[in-house]
C-alpha cells in the first residue's frame, strides 16, 4: 500500500518558537494532503488542505497565519506551527488520498508536539 | 454537517472472544472507511467499504449504505487489536469526517 511519512515524530519546544513537521508521500505522488490535530482520546479534526501549486484551504476555526502550510513539491507537505503555546501541543497527523485522486487515504505515523 | 457516530466509545475484550463495532452515518455515502490506530498513534487502514461486506484474516466489515451503517467485526480477539478503532465517512466537499472512535482493549 501507499506509504506515508512525517518528520520528525516527537518535538519539544518552548513557548513562543515555531515548529516545522514535514508531510511526504513516497511512493505516489499527491496534488492533494491533509492536516488533522488530534487531542489524547479525542478524534481526528481536519485543519486544512494543502494543494500543491496553491494556497491552502483551512477549516473554520484554524487560523491560518499559525498554522502555515506549504505544498513545496506533489510528495512534500509542510506545517508550520508558529509562535507555537502549550494549548498548540497535540498530535498533528498528515494524510494523502491515492494515487490517482483515489478515496482511499493513507496516513502518516504522527507528530507529538509538546510546547513548554 | 454529515454526523458520524460509533458504538460503543469504549469495549474491554478477554483474548479470543469476538466484537462488533458499529458505524452509524447521518447521510449517504459513497465512501466509508475503517481505520485502527495502535497505541503509537499510526492510523492503519483497515477496509475502504462504501457498501458490501470485504474479510480480510479475522476481521471483516459491513456496510449497509441504504440504512446508513456499517460494522466491524473482529473474531478471536488478540492483545495486539488493542488501540482505537474509527470509521470515517466524506462529507460533501470530500473530506473525510471520523468518528469519535471505539476503544477497544483485549486482555490476555
Known amino acids: 500500500g501507499a506509504v506515508v511519512s512525517q518528520h520528525p515524530s516527537r518535538v519539544i519546544c518552548k513557548s513562543g518558537t515555531s515548529v516545522k513537521i514535514e508531510c511526504r508521500s513516497l511512493d505516489f505522488q499527491a496534488t492533494t494532503m491533509f492536516w488533522y490535530r488530534q487531542f489524547p482520546k479525542q478524534s481526528l479534526m481536519l485543519m486544512a488542505t494543502?494543494?500543491?501549486?496553491?494556497?491552502?484551504?483551512?477549516e473554520q476555526g484554524v487560523e491560518k497565519d499559525k498554522f502555515l502550510i506549504n505544498h513545496a513539491s506533489l510528495t512534500l507537505s509542510t506545517l508550520t506551527v508558529t509562535s507555537a503555546h502549550p494549548e498548540d501541543s497535540s498530535f498533528y497527523i498528515c494524510?494523502?488520498?491515492?494515487?490517482?485522486?483515489?478515496?482511499?487515504?493513507?496516513f502518516g505515523p504522527g507528530t507529538r508536539l509538546l510546547v513548554l | 454537517g454529515i454526523q458520524v457516530e460509533q458504538s460503543p466509545p469504549d469495549l474491554i475484550l478477554q483474548e479470543g472472544a469476538n466484537s462488533t463495532l458499529r458505524c452509524n452515518f447521518s447521510?449517504?455515502?459513497?465512501?466509508l472507511q475503517w481505520f485502527h490506530q495502535n497505541p503509537w498513534g499510526q492510523l492503519i487502514n483497515l477496509f475502504y467499504i462504501p457498501s458490501g461486506t470485504k474479510q480480510n484474516g479475522r476481521l471483516s466489515a459491513t456496510t449497509v449504505a441504504t440504512e446508513r451503517y456499517s460494522l466491524l467485526y473482529i473474531s478471536s480477539s488478540q492483545t495486539t487489536d488493542s488501540g482505537v478503532y474509527f470509521c470515517a465517512v466524506p462529507n460533501q466537499g470530500g473530506k473525510l469526517i471520523f468518528g469519535q472512535g471505539t476503544e477497544l482493549s483485549v486482555k490476555p
Open positions: 494524510s494523502a488520498p491515492s494515487a490517482g485522486g483515489g478515496e482511499t487515504q493513507y
Open positions: 447521510d449517504s455515502v459513497n465512501n
Open positions: 494543502s494543494n500543491e501549486g496553491s494556497k491552502a484551504t483551512y
